[in-house]
């Protein structure tokens, strides 16, 4: 009697899982992406819900309170008082800063210590000390925090798609969500979500093939691409031919340090620069938020350009549609908290997540060294940024002969 031999190779007794990139995945500070982070303004609220009730945020791997003065500006303070500890969440907001609860020591929007209640003249010294504190300004109906080196600190952008409005539009803020379906918490690291917008092949198949159109037919054609550097981040140009003639060039770029300009999934706007960009920002290395700003009439337009899954929302669906129907959220997540980067086995598909990861490296090798990241402004008469993304109708190209 004869035997085969067993094929043991790709056992997964004798697999050993891999690591992440840790240069690209960590945030904090003094690691090489938290550094290039900080050096970029970054949403961390929106103004509508910027109250005098204190918050505590956690953003870049790091707990601050925010919340807004008696005479409405906003601040962003480290929640540990510096007197004895006791948490400024606990804080009452007066007209210039906020009161401590533990000995009632006030500090103001930038962390000067105005008053020290229990002190002679309510603190003679009281100057000496102050409660460290990030700067904040308010644009579009987002409050942004710079949580950079001081001498470092950049202009806050302005975006052309954003000023000059036309007559019946305006510019929204949101926080809950992105276009593939998810939770407005996303708890998983933030570059499995960046740069998934540098993979449009995935579109095709996750969001039409595999989980039913989410999107538009359109959409479910797979692409001609080409990839490209930009001095600020990366490019796709992504061509469909569509069976009416019609050929559909979308443009898509991820932008530094954490900007995602992706055109309308639902092709309703076309022909002009994309009116909706969204920034990853990180809460720490297992999570984070997408703040959008848009341009409509009204904030209802966020909700129908996002996708649906067999005519429901993505908040809607049962566990088993979940399973049955995934989206960006399921894909994203399911890689776990932080992917196994070594693990990957990239093909020419992949071509513009390797191209996004080694700019991140050398980014993030750049400010290391002293210099300043792409796309950093420092003159507010440079400060306004040209959106060059969208989606484009034009007509196919007559066949060759």
Not at 210 to 218: D, I, K
Not at 230 to 252: E, H
């Amino acid at each position: 009697m004869t035997t085969r031999p067993a094929d043991h190779q790709g056992s997964a007794y004798h697999f050993t899982p891999g690591s992440p990139h840790e240069h690209l995945t960590k945030v904090g500070r003094g690691t090489p992406m938290g550094e290039v982070l900080r050096r970029y303004w970054q949403p961390v609220g929106l103004s509508e819900q910027v109250t005098q009730r204190p918050e505590n945020v956690r953003i870049l791997d790091e707990d601050l309170i925010l919340f807004r003065d008696g005479s409405g500006r906003p601040g962003l303070l480290y929640p540990r008082c510096c007197h004895r500890g006791a948490s400024l969440y606990y804080g009452g907001i007066e007209e210039q800063g906020i009161r401590c609860c533990y000995h009632g020591w006030v500090f103001d929007v930038e962390g000067r210590c105005l008053e020290q209640p229990c002190e002679p003249e309510l603190g003679l010294h009281r100057d000496r000390v102050r409660q460290p504190w990030y700067p904040v300004l308010e644009r579009y109906g987002i409050v942004w925090a710079y949580l950079g080196p001081p001498e470092k600190k950049p202009v806050l952008p302005r975006y052309d798609v954003f000023e000059d409005l036309p007559e019946g539009q305006h510019v929204f803020a949101d926080d809950s969500g992105f276009s593939g379906g998810g939770p407005a918490f996303l708890d998983f690291n933030w570059l499995s979500h960046w740069e998934n917008v540098l993979d449009p092949f995935h579109v095709p198949i996750l969001h039409a093939r595999f989980s039913g159109n989410q999107f538009v037919p359109e959409m479910a054609v797979i692409p001609e691409v080409t990839f490209s550097y930009l001095d600020d981040g990366l490019r796709i140009q992504s061509i469909r031919d569509l069976k009416d003639g019609r050929r559909l060039r979308r443009v898509t770029e991820a932008v530094f340090p954490n900007l995602r300009v992706v055109p309308d999934v639902k092709l309703t706007t076309f022909d002009a620069p994309c009116e909706i960009l969204g920034w990853v920002v990180p809460v720490d290395d297992e999570a984070f938020k997408i703040f959008t700003l848009f341009r409509a009439e009204s904030a209802d337009r966020l909700q129908q350009m996002r996708g649906t899954f067999a005519g429901k929302r993505w908040a809607e669906l049962t566990p088993e549609e979940h399973q049955r129907m995934p989206g960006d959220y399921e894909a994203q997540s399911s890689q776990g908290k932080t992917s196994l980067h070594s693990d990957d086995h990239l093909t020419t598909t992949d071509q513009g997540v390797t191209m996004l990861r080694r700019m991140m490296a050398r980014v993030a090798a750049a400010v290391e060294a002293g210099e300043d990241p792409p796309g950093v402004i420092h003159d507010e008469a440079d400060s306004l940024v040209h959106i060059r993304a969208g989606n484009f109708f034009e007509a196919a190209p007559a066949p060759s002969e």
